[in-house]
Each structure stands twice: as structure tokens, then as C-alpha cells.
Nanobody, 113 residues
């Protein structure tokens, strides 16, 4: 069974940066595409970024150029580097293994002045 543990969230001012991490277990990590999602208060959970097994990445338009998804297969860890954060990036961020229904507990990111 896939287990996911997100960390790295916090309170940051607009324009600031955070790096999220997601530790995964229960799978052969390097075999799978991995994703970040987020859910803002009162909104549906939305896709943010994906990284395929061979490293190809994709992003939603609103974070392109500001966020970078990456993976360390040796550490079974997924990352999301978030720069130039905006108020609208405030959300709980979740990681997911593509094709699996499991979610972690999420990590809260709050962008506020």
C-alpha cells in the first residue's frame, strides 16, 4: 500500500519561496509518475504539477515558471520548489502517485502579508 507524507509547508510573504517534500513508501518509486495537487479553502482539489518516471514535467499554467517539480529516486522523495509565491497559492498541498487513489495528509502553505 502506498504511503505518502508531505512536509515543508508554512507561512510565507508574497514573493517568497518554499520547498515541499513528499516521502513515499510501498511502491517502486522510480517506476511511477508523481504529482502535486492543492486544495484552497472552499475550492476543489486541483492538479499542480506532474513528473514522469524519466523526468518529463508538466504544470498548470498559473504556476509555470514559478514552481519546479523534481524527484530523488534514491531517497523515494518528491519535491516542489515554489518561488514568487502569490496570495492565490495558499492551499493545502498533496502529493500523489499517478494511478493510485492514496493521498497523504497534506501540508499547509499560507501566503500572506
Amino acid at each position: 500500500q502506498v504511503q505518502l507524507v508531505e512536509s515543508g509547508g508554512g507561512l510565507v510573504q508574497p514573493g517568497g519561496s518554499l520547498r515541499l517534500s513528499c516521502a513515499a513508501s510501498g511502491i517502486i518509486f522510480s517506476d511511477y509518475a508523481l504529482e502535486w495537487y492543492r486544495q484552497a479553502p472552499g475550492k476543489q482539489r486541483e492538479f499542480v504539477a506532474r513528473i514522469f518516471a524519466r523526468g518529463v514535467t508538466s504544470y498548470i499554467a498559473s504556476v509555470k515558471g514559478r514552481f519546479t517539480i523534481s524527484r530523488d529516486n534514491a531517497k523515494n522523495t518528491l519535491y516542489l520548489q515554489m518561488n514568487s509565491l502569490k496570495l492565490e497559492d495558499t492551499a493545502v498541498y498533496y502529493c500523489r502517485v499517478f494511478g493510485f487513489a492514496s493521498w497523504g495528509q497534506g501540508t499547509q502553505v499560507t501566503v500572506s502579508s
